[in-house]
């Protein structure tokens, strides 16, 4: 691939890495102002940044497969990745089915939604994962959408990786634009790992805040 072409790839992926720190400190800030609303905003805007990057680095789709192999071919990176993963990769396709698929296999469940807090502590701790839209557990930094789980540590320690290995070639590719900025290596202590235990967890918002409907009556599933 020509290297201008990959020199373009490896500018947005840096935006991408931009865009998700600035989304880190949108979560961190909004757990110690226990604000629902700027917490889910910044999980949202991680898990899309991470997509972006999950998509241009493995494509599942056959016509993007040599861009994506020039690209990890630049940045050392192997094909078998943290980031090259399934739900990762489709999190936002067909977005309005997958709610309504979600809506429909929930249907006489327990559900649970917009939920902040301690899963394993609070009244829900016997909800299950397939019946949860949205919630952040602050103990294990687990973020659930859709009845599917990420580790948010787990995921921010593979974007840290990648965020390194784009600084590095971006500053090779454009040293000009690293003349007033920190080195790569400094940049890596930056945003992206802002989220460990000792920062996310600075306020947990109140189990009551949170929203949990019944599609029914009923809390237990249909037999």
């Known amino acids: 691939m020509d290297m201008n072409v990959i020199g373009l790839h490896i500018h947005e992926l840096r935006n991408q890495c931009r865009f998700i720190e600035a989304s880190v400190d949108i979560l961190n800030q909004s757990m110690e102002k226990q604000a629902s609303v700027g917490v889910f905003f910044g999980l949202q805007n991680i898990m899309l940044g991470t997509n972006n990057i999950s998509r241009t680095l493995w494509t599942p789709r056959k016509k993007g497969k040599v861009r994506a192999a020039s690209l990890r071919k630049t940045l050392d990176l192997p094909e078998k990745y943290p980031l090259n993963n399934e739900n990762i990769l489709s999190l936002v396709d067909h977005a309005d089915e997958a709610n309504d ?4 296999q929930s249907k006489d469940q327990y559900i649970l939604y917009d939920f902040i807090g301690d899963i394993s502590k609070s009244q829900h701790k016997d909800v ?35 965020n390194n290995r784009v600084n590095q070639v971006h500053m090779r590719l454009y040293p000009d634009q690293w ?45």
Request: charged share 35%; hydrophobic share 35%.
């Open 128 to 162: 299950e994962t397939k019946n949860i839209f949205r919630a952040f557990d602050t103990t294990t930094k687990i973020y659930t959408y859709l009845g599917t789980s990420f580790n948010l540590e787990a995921l921010l320690k593979a974007l840290a990786d990648v």
């Open 101 to 104: 698929q979600w809506i429909n």
């Open 179 to 223: 003349k007033e900025e920190p080195a790569p290596q400094e940049k890596e202590k930056t945003a992206l790992k802002k989220a460990g235990p000792k920062k996310t967890v600075a306020k947990k918002s109140a189990p009551k805040k949170s929203a949990v409907k019944k599609t029914t009556k009923k809390p237990a599933a249909k037999k």
